[in-house]
Each structure stands twice: as structure tokens, then as C-alpha cells.
């Protein structure tokens, strides 16, 4: 079984604190400190990292299980929870230097990321000046370190060529985080934007997408686990849609709570009875079981070509990155579908849907949950077209 029960049971146990927390996190706009050191406590933060640094080296399934396990209780917790921890495993392929300069003195150091190139990236000796902000670092506030995307410069004398996409890792000192983080749902996750102002980074402190693409980058060497082999595009995009897939679990375990004990108002009989409620309910599951399905068979394949030594084809690739944003679209579908038969009362901000209603829909605003373009790519390649996605 690619999921480890053991580690699965770690989240599963922080559940009912984490529901307890969940008020307070979304009005504070942060995890809770409690939530974090409970995360560093049980190695949760680093279940991604090489065991060599100290971390726990999982399977991707086990993750994406403890995503949604984290989800059903506190939607934003997981949100932060997925992007985060999933940094050690980029840090991991970058080259040898930039791990020891964020693990040799901190190995439970957490990094944060916003990687749309919305900032100013110059050639300087030695590697690269960054200046500008970039929007929806998630968990910022918590972090040591920053990844920030941006495109390099081509070398003076160079070959034209495609764009030159690249990862930047930042330490504290090189940013500010502008509180502006105001949102509807997910607000817990403190998402605020990073500032940069002139800040050198040296060439080793950043990482070719196209070397991703490649499944051939500089960490590989010192990390050649099959785990660090797998696409990072695809385990990337999944870490922003699976906290979707728990919200749809948590949304049916509200709706259910609610509807089991529930007379309607208008003609005093009871929920469970209604056709509508019923299908609602087996539609919801149905699909709930036909997401995770489809989850944890992605990476179950994509590990046993990791473990085989081989890369998977650029047609399942470009199938599983449509596959991830799809499942925000049918789980924000599902639940939209709960609260319209929840009734007048599920309006309310207090209502136990809300939380998960409310999250959903911002989780599907991330540009990586719109299923159009990946739906686009993927119908490209099957008709004997190109991929123009080289985040797979």
C-alpha cells in the first residue's frame, strides 16, 4: 500500500484541534503557533525532505492522504500544510550548496513560494539582482525562506533561445512580507505578498524549470531517490488541489451531521427522507471515492517509473496535470451542490458548511486548479500536437 497508515495516523489524530483552532486561524489570518510547533513535533512539515537531512522521504500518496486528512478539520491549515512541505522536496533537487545553506544549520527550516515571474531578474556576477513583489506567498509569515519565480537573463553572447524559467530561494533577510492578505476563503493561510529590493542571489540558490522538465536537476545527484525523480510540475499542482479533495470530504461530513438530525421547517419531515438529500449524498461520495482514486493511481504510477528508472510519457503527464485541477472543479462542484440542499440555515457564516463552501471556491481561483488550459494541452497532445505545459 503506497499509504503510510503510521504517518496518515499523525494528522488524523491532530484533527479535533485542529476544528478547535479553525475560528482562530481564520481570524488571525495565520496558522495557529500551536498548529506548527504540533506539525514540527510529529515531522509533518518534513515528510518531503531527504532522509539524509532528516526528513521522512514518503511516498507522495501518504502526503497528498495527510493533505486531506488535515482539510476535512481546517481548510487553510492544509492549504498551508501542502505548499509548504512541499518545498523540501523542490529544495531537494536544487543544487547540493542551496540544501546546506537552508538545511546545514536548520533542518526544520520551513520555506514559502509565490512563482509567477512578476518580478525583475538581471545577470550580475555570480548569479542574479531580483527586485520586485510577488503575490500569494501562503504561509510567508512562518517561513525562513522564500522561492520566488522569475526569468533569467539570457548570457551576453548567447544563443537565442526559449525563455530561461527559474526558481529563486531567498533567505529572510532578502524580503519583506507586506501584510495585504484580506480574502473571503482560505484567509487563515496568510498568503501576503513578498518584496524584494535588490537582493543578490547566487546561481546555486536557483533551479531551471526546464531542468525539471527534464527530471534531470543538479540536487538528483546528491538525492537519487526515486522520489526526487518524479515530475515536480505534477506533485506541485497537487499539493494546491488536494486540500480540495478534503474540503469535499469535510463538506459531506457536515452536511450529513446537519441533515440526520434536521425537520424541515416547512412541512415538518425529516431531511433524510427527501429523495434530493439522498442523492446529493450518493453523488457526493461517489465522486469523493472517484477523485482520491484517481489521485493516489497517478502517483502510484508515476513512482513505479521512478522506481523503474524511467520517465513517464509526456501524454500521461500532461493527463495528470489535468487530472489535479479537475478534482477542485468536481469537489468545488459537489459541494456546491450540498449547501443548495442544505437549506436557508447553511447560509449563515456559523454554519458548518461554510467553512469548506467558502475555501473551495478560493481554491479553485489558484491558476493551477483552472482545469481549461490543462484540458486544452492535453487535448493537444492526444491529437498529435505538442505539449506547450512544461510544468509536468
Avoid at 522561492?147 to 524559467?165: H, N, R, S, T
Avoid at 531542468?211 to 531517490?225: C, Q, T, V, W
Avoid at 477523485?291 to 493516489?296: A, M, R, S
Avoid at 437549506?343 to 481554491?363: E, N, R
Amino acid at each position: 500500500m503506497s499509504i503510510d497508515q503510521a504517518w496518515l495516523a499523525k494528522a488524523e489524530a491532530l484533527g479535533s484541534d485542529l476544528a478547535q483552532r479553525r475560528a482562530g486561524c481564520e481570524a488571525a489570518g495565520r496558522i495557529p503557533q500551536e498548529t506548527v510547533d504540533d506539525f514540527h513535533d510529529n515531522g509533518l512539515w518534513r515528510m518531503l525532505q531527504p532522509k539524509r537531512f532528516g526528513g521522512g522521504e514518503v511516498h507522495p500518496n501518504t502526503f497528498l492522504a495527510c493533505q486531506m486528512a488535515i482539510a476535512k478539520h481546517c481548510p487553510s491549515t492544509a492549504w498551508v500544510f501542502g505548499v509548504v512541505t512541499v518545498h523540501a522536496w523542490q529544495l531537494a533537487i536544487f543544487d547540493e550548496a542551496a540544501q546546506g545553506d537552508v538545511w546545514r544549520d536548520n533542518p526544520a527550516a520551513l520555506i514559502s513560494s509565490s512563482y509567477a515571474p512578476t518580478g525583475k531578474v538581471r545577470r550580475v556576477e555570480g548569479g542574479f539582482e531580483l527586485s520586485g513583489r510577488w503575490n500569494f506567498s501562503s504561509g510567508s509569515e512562518l517561513c525562513d525562506w522564500v522561492f520566488v519565480g522569475g526569468f533569467a537573463p539570457p548570457q551576453e553572447g548567447a544563443p537565442k533561445g526559449p525563455p530561461d524559467m527559474r526558481t529563486f530561494l531567498l533567505p529572510r533577510s532578502d524580503y519583506t512580507i507586506e501584510q495585504n492578505w484580506d480574502v473571503a476563503g482560505l484567509r487563515g493561510t496568510g498568503s501576503h505578498d513578498i518584496v524584494v529590493d535588490s537582493a543578490f542571489v547566487p546561481e546555486h540558490r536557483s533551479h531551471k524549470m526546464a531542468d525539471g522538465f527534464r527530471l534531470k536537476s543538479p540536487g538528483n545527484a546528491g538525492n537519487p531517490a526515486p522520489l526526487y525523480t518524479i515530475p515536480f510540475g505534477l506533485l506541485f499542482t497537487r499539493s494546491v488541489s488536494t486540500t480540495a479533495i478534503g474540503l469535499l470530504e469535510g463538506a459531506l461530513d457536515a452536511y450529513l451531521s446537519v441533515a440526520r438530525a434536521k425537520v424541515s421547517a416547512s412541512d415538518q419531515t425529516r431531511v433524510v427522507e427527501d429523495p434530493q438529500s439522498q442523492q446529493v449524498c450518493a453523488e457526493a461520495k461517489a465522486e469523493l471515492d472517484a477523485i482520491k482514486l484517481v489521485c493516489f493511481r497517478s502517483f502510484d504510477e508515476l513512482m513505479a517509473c521512478a522506481e523503474a528508472g524511467e520517465k513517464p510519457s509526456i501524454e500521461r503527464r500532461v493527463q495528470f496535470r489535468y487530472e489535479s485541477a479537475l478534482a477542485v472543479q468536481k469537489s468545488m462542484q459537489q459541494i456546491d451542490k450540498l449547501l443548495s440542499q442544505s437549506g436557508g440555515l447553511a447560509i449563515f457564516s456559523d454554519a458548518p458548511m461554510q467553512p469548506f463552501f467558502q475555501s473551495v471556491h478560493a481554491a479553485r481561483a489558484h491558476y493551477a486548479n483552472n482545469p481549461a488550459k490543462p484540458a486544452q494541452n492535453l487535448g493537444r497532445v492526444l491529437l498529435g500536437l505538442g505539449t506547450k505545459d512544461f510544468f509536468v
